[in-house]
C-alpha cells in the first residue's frame, strides 16, 4: 500500500524510517518532509494545512493511507476535509476529527473534559475578558507558583508558569484583554501547579481498543539540568524507569480507560494517537495535558522500541480491529539527543552545512530542521538533528547517542549532554 506523512520534523523522520521498513508499505509519501525524509521515501512540496493540495498529492499517487503528524492540521480539520470529500471519504486518516482534536486544540474543553470523567489533574477554572474581575480573584486562592494556559494552539509558548501572584495578575490580564497569544488566550484556564516529575505516555486507538505504547520521557528546557528556556524538546529517553507496571496499570485505569469511554460516550471518534502529558505526584499520576498526536523528540525514542509492524498497527486503527493486532515492545533503552540552532529557542543562525552525519556509527540520526541544497545538507530549523540509540541499558544508550551526537558539525550546534543521565 501506499502511505503519506504530514509533517516535517524529527517525529516524520522517525514515523517515515519505520514505515519504510515494513513489507506492507510500497510507496512512501512525506509532506513536505526535510533533506532526511528522502531516504525513506519521496518528499511532495506541499504544506501540512494546504488540504486542497494534499488531496491532489493523494489523489495522484495512489494513497492509501494518510498519517498526520502535527496537531495542527487535525485541529484545523483534515480528517474532516477527507471524510466530507467524495473522491476521499474511504482513505483513511491517522489522527482525529477536529472534535477529537479538541482534546489539544481546547485546553477549557481537555480539562472540562477531564473532570466529566472524574480524570485526576490540577484543580482548575477558566476565565474569559468578561470574567478578568473573577479571574484575578481566582488567582489567590490556589497557592503558588500559578500556572496560566492560554486555552487554544500557541506554538508550545501559551502555558506560563508564574512564581507570585503580581506576576499572575499582570499576566493575566496581557493574555484576556491584550491578547497576548493572540485568538489563543481569549480563554486562559488558570491551574494550580504540581509538583512532580514529568514523563508522557502514547496511547494508540482505533476509538474502542487501545494499545499502550511506550513511555518516555522529554527534556524542554534549553539548558543543562533543566535550565533556561523552554524549547520544543532537548532529548528523551524511553522507558522511563519510574513508569513501572504498577505505575503504568494506575494511568490506565483511572486516565486511559476514562479517556478513552469517555470520548465513546460522548460521541466523539477518535482514531490516532493520544499523548498523555502527565505529572508523577507521589507515585499517582495526574493529567498535566492531552496531545491529539506523537510527541516530538518522544516519538524518536518510541518508536525504535516497538517491534511490530507499524502498517499493521495503522491499519488496526482504521479498520477498527486494533485489538486483533500482535504488539510487542523491545526491552532495551532508547536515547535521543536534540542538535539546536546556534540561538535556539531565540533567533537563531540559518542555513549552515552541516557534516559528520555519515560519521555516526551506533545511533540512528533523524533530520528535523533541515533543507538540501546542492550537494549540502542545510541547517534550517531550531531543532535541525535528532540523534537516538538503542541499547541494553540507558547508561549505553545516552553515553552512545551523546558521543555520536558530538561527531555531527555545523556552525553553532548545541546539543544537551545530560539528556537522561538525571534517571541513572
Ligand atoms: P503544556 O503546554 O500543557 O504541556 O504545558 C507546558 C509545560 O508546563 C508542561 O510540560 C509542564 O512542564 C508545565 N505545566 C503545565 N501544567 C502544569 C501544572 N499544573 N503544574 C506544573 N507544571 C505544569
Ligand atoms: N515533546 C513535547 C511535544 O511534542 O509536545
Known amino acids: 500500500m501506499n502511505i503519506l506523512i504530514l509533517g516535517s520534523g524529527g517525529r516524520e523522520s522517525a514515523f517515515a524510517w519505520k514505515l519504510a521498513q515494513s513489507p506492507k508499505c510500497d510507496k512512501l509519501f512525506i509532506a513536505p518532509g526535510n533533506a532526511g525524509t528522502g531516504q525513506y521515501g519521496t518528499n511532495i512540496n506541499i504544506g501540512v494545512n494546504d488540504f486542497e493540495g494534499i488531496k491532489q498529492a493523494v489523489l495522484s499517487n495512489n494513497i492509501d493511507l494518510v498519517l498526520v503528524g502535527p496537531e495542527e492540521p487535525l485541529v ?16 483513511p486518516v491517522i489522527g482525529p476529527q477536529r472534535e477529537g482534536a479538541q482534546l489539544e486544540g481546547s485546553k477549557d474543553f481537555s480539562k472540562q473534559f477531564m473532570t466529566r470523567h472524574h480524570i485526576p489533574a490540577a484543580a482548575s477554572q477558566t476565565f474569559t475578558a468578561d470574567t478578568l474581575q473573577e479571574g484575578l480573584a481566582y488567582l489567590p486562592t490556589i497557592g503558588l507558583p500559578i500556572v496560566l494556559k492560554a486555552d487554544g494552539l500557541a506554538a508550545g509558548k501559551g502555558v506560563l508558569i508564574c512564581p507570585t501572584l503580581a ?12 491578547a497576548k497569544f493572540g485568538a489563543a488566550s481569549s480563554k486562559v484556564v488558570i491551574e494550580k501547579f504540581l509538583s512532580g516529575i514529568e514523563l508522557s505516555v502514547f496511547v494508540l486507538t482505533d476509538g474502542d481498543n487501545y494499545k499502550i505504547l511506550p513511555s518516555a520521557k522529554d527534556y524542554k528546557r534549553i539548558g543543562e539540568g533543566d535550565t533556561g528556556l523552554n524549547t520544543g524538546g532537548m532529548g528523551s529517553v524511553s522507558p522511563v524507569p519510574f513508569a513501572d507496571a504498577a505505575f503504568i ?18 460521541g466523539i471518534p477518535y482514531k490516532g494517537f493520544i499523548f498523555i502529558g ?10 498535566i495535558e492531552y496531545n491529539c498526536r506523537m510527541g516530538d523528540p518522544e516519538t524518536e525514542s518510541v518508536l525504535p522500541r516497538i517491534e511490530a509492524d507499524l502498517v ?5 486503527v ?14 532495551k533503552v532508547a536515547a535521543t539527543v536534540v ?4 540561538g535556539y529557542p531565540g533567533e537563531y543562525l540559518k542555513n549552515k552545512a552541516i557534516s559528520g552525519i555519515e560519521n555516526v556509527r551506533g545511533s540512528h540520526v533523524f533530520q528535523a530542521g533541515t533543507t538540501q541544497s546542492g550537494e549540502d545538507i542545510l541547517a534550517t530549523g531550531g531543532r535541525v538533528l535528532m540523534v537516538t540509540a538503542l541499547r541494553d541499558n540507558m547508561f549505553d544508550a545516552l553515553q552512545q547517542a551523546t558521543a555520536d551526537a558530538s561527531r ?17
Do not use: W
Open 167 to 178: 506576576e499572575a495578575e499582570q499576566e493575566l490580564k496581557e493574555m484576556l484583554t491584550e
Open 408 to 424: 555531527i558539525y555545523y556552525d553553532g550546534c548545541y546539543f544537551r549532554k545530560d539528556i537522561g543521565f538525571d534517571l541513572i
Open 312 to 316: 499493521d498497527l495503522l491499519l488496526g
Open 318 to 331: 482504521a479498520n477498527g480491529n486494533l485489538n486483533q493486532v500482535d504488539f510487542a515492545v523491545s526491552d
Open 76 to 91: 484545523r480539520g483534515v480528517h474532516d476535509f477527507f471524510l466530507n470529500d467524495e473522491q476521499l471519504k474511504n482513505i
Open 278 to 287: 502527565l505529572m508523577n505526584v507521589g507515585g499517582d499520576p495526574y493529567m
Open 339 to 342: 542538535c539546536v540552532a546556534g
Open 249 to 266: 496499570k494506575k494511568v490506565e485505569d483511572r486516565i486511559i480507560i476514562p479517556t478513552i469511554n469517555g470520548l465513546k460516550q460522548e
